[in-house]
């Protein structure tokens, strides 16, 4: 195997379980009566202790795991990512596959490049370049094709559940956004793997892991391992694997397993039903990482 197909394959898995975590999480919350507080302070605390874990057996992450703490200014910039960032990403995602579903939450999440695009516009009062308006307007119409199926006197999904996919998509862009100073200096696993510690750490002052514990069976507690487990921990173990064979852009144009895998999963054991209209606008939404990529290639 070549390397460059061992990082498209790693790359693919990493996405797909993400994205089957998804559905996993829904089940979960319709069968179990699972409260979002405790799967996102479990999971984020669980995780970021298994991924500093895996730091410490790292020779080249060990130093950065502990160097990062006797610098202000990267503390400061960790604590606005923790919240911001990766705790706002985790809550508001699973708020919108608990109160819609998972296919249509990871589909609006993938609104992320675009709001970064217009961030980076009037941030910077950059002019818009071409393939940033076509983005802008394939992920305008798909949204729009995605909420209503073509027919703009009804939604196809609550109005709670498009509001918080949208949100979803403006937190996946702070996600990217706001870690960049720190990313360079320590790098994703060290910025990661705390900034999950400390969130998990801070959402249980407001709900303790030890407190409304589900009543899983096994199949429960088997799902719910594996969106620890797999759907964050390993998943990420594969994509920073992906990293060493293919560039960064390749492995973001291969995020789109994500949704895609969210949405068979959906489709086949949740009875999830999409329309043309609802395929088109999720075929659009997804197209605007390729505009973009496209359109870096050629800037």
Not at 3 to 25: M, V
Not at 73 to 85: D, N, Q
Not at 277 to 288: A, H, K, N, Q, R
Request: proline content about 4%; some cysteine.
């Amino acid at each position: 195997m070549s390397g460059s197909t061992r990082g498209i394959l790693y790359a693919s898995i990493g996405a797909i379980c993400w994205g089957i975590s998804g559905p996993i999480a829904q089940l979960l919350f319709t069968n179990y009566d699972l409260k979002l507080g405790w799967l996102i302070g479990s999971k984020m605390l669980f995780g970021g202790i298994m991924l500093l874990a895996f730091g410490l057996t790292q020779p080249k992450e060990r130093p950065k795991l502990f160097t990062i703490w006797r610098d202000k200014t990267a503390i400061i910039h960790l604590v606005i990512f923790t919240i911001f960032g990766m705790t706002a990403m985790q809550a508001v995602y699973y708020k919108a596959v608990a109160v819609g579903n998972a296919a249509t939450a990871t589909i609006l999440q993938f609104l992320s490049p675009v709001f970064i695009v217009i961030f980076t516009i009037v941030r910077y009062k950059k002019v818009p370049r071409r393939g940033d308006v076509w983005a802008i307007v394939a992920a305008l119409v798909g949204t729009f094709l995605l909420i209503t199926g073509g027919n703009p006197t009804k939604l196809t999904i609550s109005p709670a559940a498009f509001f918080w996919g949208v949100v979803t998509g403006v937190a996946a862009a702070a996600y990217v956004l706001l870690p960049e100073k720190i990313l360079d200096q320590y790098g994703s696993m060290t910025v990661s793997a705390w900034s999950m510690v400390v969130g998990g750490i801070l959402f249980n002052f407001v709900q303790p892991v030890w407190r409304d514990v589900p009543k899983f069976d096994v199949a429960g507690w088997a799902g719910y391992l594996f969106i620890v487990v797999f759907g964050s921990v390993i998943a990420y173990f594969i994509y920073l694997a992906s990293l060493a064979y293919i560039s960064a852009t390749a492995t973001g144009l291969l995020d789109a397993f994500e949704p895609l895998s969210a949405t068979i999963v959906s489709v086949i054991f949740l009875n999830l039903t999409f329309g043309i209209m609802e395929t088109i606008g999720t075929v659009l939404i997804l197209s605007t990482v390729f505009i973009l990529a496209l359109a870096n290639r050629h800037s």
